[in-house]
């Protein structure tokens, strides 16, 4: 069982940078890929990040390509989400996911794990 927790999120402006991260326990760490999502208000939860379990294979939704970044520190059990240029409909619920299938996914229902969902809002 592996315990996800988000932390990072917040109020910014447009063109503003945040940087979320996404600590796990109660696993080994190594045998997840690891996602991020997003839940805009009043829209389902939909694909924003992946990355492998080596951290070498990473994969983008279209909207965000150029302007975040998903990486993760396997020695500190953390996978981290920069983003930058953010816009007003980057705005939602953030949440981390674990794959233990250990897969690139891009489809929530793939995920095993969930993390509790960190607030995101971008003012325009």
């Known amino acids: 069982q592996v315990q996800l927790v988000e932390s990072g999120g917040g109020l910014v402006q447009a063109g503003g940078s945040l940087r979320l991260s996404c600590a796990a326990s109660g696993g080994t760490f190594t045998r997840y890929s690891m996602g991020w999502f997003r839940q805009p208000p009043g829209k389902e939860r939909e694909f924003v990040a992946t990355?492998?379990?080596?951290?070498?294979?990473?994969y983008y939704t279209d909207s965000v390509k150029g302007r975040f970044t998903i990486s993760r520190d396997n020695a500190k059990n953390t996978v981290y989400l920069q983003m930058n240029s953010l816009k007003p409909e980057d705005t939602g619920v953030y949440y981390c996911?674990?794959?233990?299938?250990?897969?690139?996914?891009?489809?929530?229902?793939?995920?095993?794990?969930w993390g509790q969902g960190t607030q995101v809002t971008v003012s325009s």
């Open positions: 996911a674990a794959n233990q299938g250990g897969a690139v996914m891009s489809t929530p229902r793939e995920y095993d794990y």
């Open positions: 990355i492998s379990r080596s951290g070498h294979g990473t």
